[in-house]
């Protein structure tokens, strides 16, 4: 990488952290990390906002890991349906919880490979929990971060565990986590999929994308 694309993408960071600060925020409600863990597996092709709504009752139906392990699939079909594709979801985290009951008692592992062999936990949602839990530099690929990431010139993949490793190779440590929860936020404000406000972005300037 060159010294002037380094100062691009160090200038990038700079005007990040003035716009939406350097605070860790969690946009999905939780109080431990397996609450976390089935929050961000229902959040796949759903909002933040919607999956909130669903775990307030969900989580005081089914207050623990073996709780919810032992729950009936037709009721938590409908306690979740509102978030989408709550067949496989439904699956997913009962037998999550039973994983983490009975082989983890109860508490959710730290480690990527024991993450990633939970039922319906893939590299993204071990991240999560990685980053917002156990404070272990990650990098969460999610679709805001895959879109303007690829914008800003960061990466040219398209699959996440290759963004993953560009975005990391690119940002410095201290960020990992930080950039996602950033990018985020400007993913929904500023820069939205289909109608970007690129006239009143802070980052037009240093911004590779030709179109908007």
Known sequence: MTKKEKERIAEILRRLDREYTTEYRCYLNHENAWQLLIATILSAQCTDARVNIVTGPLF?????????AEASLAEVEEEIKSTGFYHNKAKNIIACSREIAERYGGEVPSDLESLTKLPGVGRKTANVIRGNIFNEPSVVVDTHVKRISKKLGLTKEDDPEKIEQDLMRV???DHWILFNIQI???????CPARNPRCGECFLADLCKAKTP
């Not at 985020?184 to 500023?190: E, M, V």
């Open 60 to 68: 005081a139906h089914y207050p623990t890991p073996q709780a919810l």
């Open 171 to 173: 940002l410095p440590k």
């Open 184 to 190: 985020i936020t400007h993913g929904r404000g500023l």
